[in-house]
């Protein structure tokens, strides 16, 4: 991980949509005192079914916008871009990136069946990131790789426990959890707010993982030796797409919480290949 974060840190999150969310909200209860900034590419949704030249591009121009606005320090809350175009990211700005892959590894640890599931995007399972995680999966692990077209729409939408949202859960998991299965990966920050749905699914015995404890463990790590902030920076939220939309989803997703996204403004980027 290049470099750490300046003092004092301010912390941009990028994703294609809201689900990018559900790390926000686990960095806000992790580090309640750092600023946080959040942009949306709404206007590109959904990152799941474009091509990785694509989604690097919009990734830069994220996370230039995010720059642009203060930010000292990267996460990438998008498992499409984690596993396609962190690089770069990375080589796109001069401040430390964090992004979120696929918890392949740590459910491959876990699993005494020897059979884990992984619900990711048509993007993710096809990218050469995701490929390498497959490679240092134990030869006694079988990974159920399960490209969910659909699902991430069904969250951007906020429609969680529809029933078309249940079908394409039974119909990604049915398989998987007939074979045995004991772990299932969330492969997109998407579907971290399905995680109810899922888990009603697959099974009480069943466990499920996702990235975004890691990342906040990391998004720790590189602010430990920072110094607080004693400026009162608010936090800002950002859509490529309009606002209303966003916010109204946002709103069903977080709750309460919703209002710390602080104003939610329609930004529009460019995105040079």
């Known amino acids: 991980m290049p470099g750490v974060a300046p003092d004092p840190p301010v912390i941009g999150l990028f994703d294609s949509g809201v689900g990018g969310l559900s790390l926000w909200r686990e960095l806000r209860r992790a580090l309640p005192a750092m600023p946080l900034i959040y942009a949306a590419d709404t206007a590109a949704f959904p990152y799941g079914a474009r091509s990785a030249a694509e989604v690097a591009a919009r990734a830069r121009a994220l996370a230039q916008l995010l720059v642009a606005q203060g930010a000292t320090l990267l996460v990438a809350a998008c ?29 491959a640890a876990a699993t005494a069946s020897g059979q884990i599931a992984a619900l990711v995007t048509p993007l993710t399972a096809g990218g050469l990131g995701y490929a390498a995680l497959l490679a240092a999966v134990p030869p006694h692990v079988q990974v159920w790789t399960r490209p969910c077209a659909g699902l991430a729409e069904q969250v951007e939408a906020g429609v969680l426990a529809s029933p078309r949202t249940r079908a394409l859960v039974v119909r990604a998991l049915a398989e998987p959890v007939a074979a045995g299965v004991d772990a299932v990966v969330l492969g997109c920050t998407h579907y971290v707010f399905l995680a109810p749905l899922v888990q009603a699914v697959a099974g009480p015995n069943v466990r499920l993982f996702d990235g975004n404890a890691g990342v906040v463990r990391q998004v720790e790590r590189l602010v430990s030796t920072s110094t607080p902030s004693t400026a009162q920076l608010a936090n800002r939220c950002f859509t ?8 109204a989803v946002a709103r069903r997703l977080l709750g309460r919480e919703a209002a710390a996204l602080g104003p939610i403004v329609q930004h529009p980027i460019e995105a040079d290949r």
């Open 79 to 107: 498992n499409s871009i984690g596993t396609a175009a962190l690089a770069e990211v990375r080589a796109a700005t001069g401040v430390p990136v964090v992004g979120t892959v696929p918890a392949i590894r740590p459910a």
């Open 240 to 247: 490529t797409g309009p606002a209303a939309p966003f916010a």
